[in-house]
C-alpha cells in the first residue's frame, strides 16, 4: 500500500521569460509523493506549462487529486487516459518505486538562449563552448535571428545549432529566414511558421514540438523534411500516452530530442529516465531550463557543469518549499 501526498510548488524564475503568449515570471506545479510500506518515497511532477500545456494547473490538480485514492489503493488505471501533465506524473511516481528503474547519471544539454538575448552565455566563451549543441529562440524578426544563427555558425562552428521559433512566423516570414542563410548553417528548426500544412514547402530542417499536442501519426508521415521529433512528457504524457509516437519514430529511424518545461529536478531526472529508456544517449536534451529556475527543490540538488546535466539515481524533496494539498 501506498501513502500519498500531494504539494504545490512555486519557483521564481531567475529572469522573466518571454514566449508567443506572454511571459513567464514565476513556474507554479504539483508534486506527487508516493511513500511505501518502507518508508522509501517516490516522487513525480505535475506541472502543465501555461500557454502550451492542453490542460490548466487547476485542471490537473483537480484530476490528479481524484486519482490519488487508487494510488493508494494500488489499483490499476491507465494512464493513457488521463491529461498529458497528470500521465506523466503519475507515471514517474510509481516508476521510481521499481529501485531497478535507474536514473543516468549524466546527459548532455542543449544551451538554452532566450529570445533577444544572444548574451546570454556568450559572455562565458568558454562556459558555451562546453556545450554540445545550442538552441536559440527566435525573435520576432526572421532576419535577425538569421544573423544571430550566422554569429553562434562562426563562433562555435562545430556545435549543432537550434533555432526554436514556437510558429510566431508565418510562412512568408520562414522563407525570409531560409534564404538568409547558407545550407548547414543551422541544424534544427523547431515550429518554423504558424501554417503547419505548409512546413513540408520548406527546405530547413524541420522539427515538431508543440505541433504534436494536436496532429496525428499520419501528419508527421507528410513532412519529408522533418530532422526531429521534440518530446516533453509534460505536454505529451508519459510513457503510455506517447508509445505510438516513440515507436513510430524508432521505426522511421526520426531522431528524437527529449525536452523539459522547466519542470524542477524531480521532473527533469525522469525525462532523462525516459530519453535513457529510449536509446538517445548521445542526443542533447532540452534540460539547460534547470538554470532558470532560482533553485531546485529536490536534494540533493540538480547540476549542469561543461553542458552536462549529472543526476542522482537516489534523491528527497525539501517540502519545506512546499504547500501540502493532500
Given amino acids: 500500500m501506498f501513502r500519498a501526498n500531494v504539494y504545490r510548488y512555486e519557483i521564481p524564475l531567475v529572469k522573466t521569460l518571454e514566449f508567443a503568449w506572454g511571459s513567464l515570471e514565476v513556474r507554479k506545479g504539483l508534486l506527487l509523493g508516493l511513500t511505501d510500506d518502507n518508508d522509501i518515497t517516490s516522487w513525480g511532477e505535475i506541472a502543465p506549462l501555461e500557454g502550451y500545456s492542453l490542460e490548466t494547473l487547476e485542471e490537473a490538480e483537480e484530476e490528479l487529486l481524484r486519482c490519488v485514492s487508487n494510488l493508494e489503493r494500488e489499483e ?8 498529458p501533465s497528470v500521465s506523466f506524473g503519475i507515471e514517474s511516481a510509481l516508476a521510481g518505486c521499481d529501485r531497478m528503474n535507474i536514473f543516468p547519471s549524466k546527459w548532455p544539454c542543449c544551451m538554452l538562449m532566450p529570445e533577444g538575448e544572444l548574451g546570454f552565455g556568450l559572455d562565458d566563451i568558454d562556459v558555451a563552448s562546453s556545450f554540445t549543441a545550442m538552441k536559440l529562440k527566435a525573435s520576432d524578426d526572421p ?6 544563427v550566422k554569429v553562434l555558425r562562426t563562433l562555435y562552428p562545430d556545435r549543432e545549432i537550434r533555432v526554436d521559433v514556437n510558429r ?11 534564404d538568409a542563410l547558407e545550407e548547414a548553417e543551422v541544424d534544427v ?3 518554423p511558421c504558424n501554417d503547419f500544412e505548409r512546413y513540408h514547402e520548406l527546405t530547413l530542417p524541420v522539427a515538431l514540438d508543440e505541433s504534436l499536442t494536436e496532429i496525428s501519426i499520419v501528419d508527421i508521415f507528410a513532412i519529408k523534411n522533418l530532422s526531429a521529433v521534440i518530446i516533453k512528457p509534460t505536454l505529451l504524457g508519459g510513457r503510455q500516452k506517447i508509445k505510438a509516437l516513440l ?12 525536452s523539459s518545461c522547466f519542470e524542477s529536478g524531480v521532473g527533469l531526472r525522469h525525462i532523462t529516465r525516459m530519453a535513457k529508456d529510449f536509446g538517445q544517449h548521445e542526443v542533447p536534451g532540452g534540460f539547460d531550463t534547470l538554470r532558470f529556475l532560482s533553485y531546485d527543490i529536490t536534494e540533493p540538488s540538480l547540476e549542469i557543469s561543461k553542458g552536462v ?3 542522482n539515481n537516489i534523491f528527497g524533496v525539501d517540502t519545506s518549499k512546499l504547500e501540502k494539498i493532500y
Fill in 76 to 83: 490499476l488505471f491507465e494512464t493513457s487516459r488521463l491529461l
Fill in 143 to 148: 532576419e535577425s535571428t538569421a544573423n544571430d
Fill in 168 to 178: 510566431r512566423w508565418t510562412f512568408e516570414e520562414a522563407l525570409i529566414f531560409q
Fill in 189 to 191: 528548426v523547431e515550429e
Fill in 247 to 258: 515507436d513510430y519514430c524508432r521505426s522511421e529511424n526520426i531522431p528524437v530530442i527529449f
Fill in 309 to 311: 546535466l549529472f543526476t
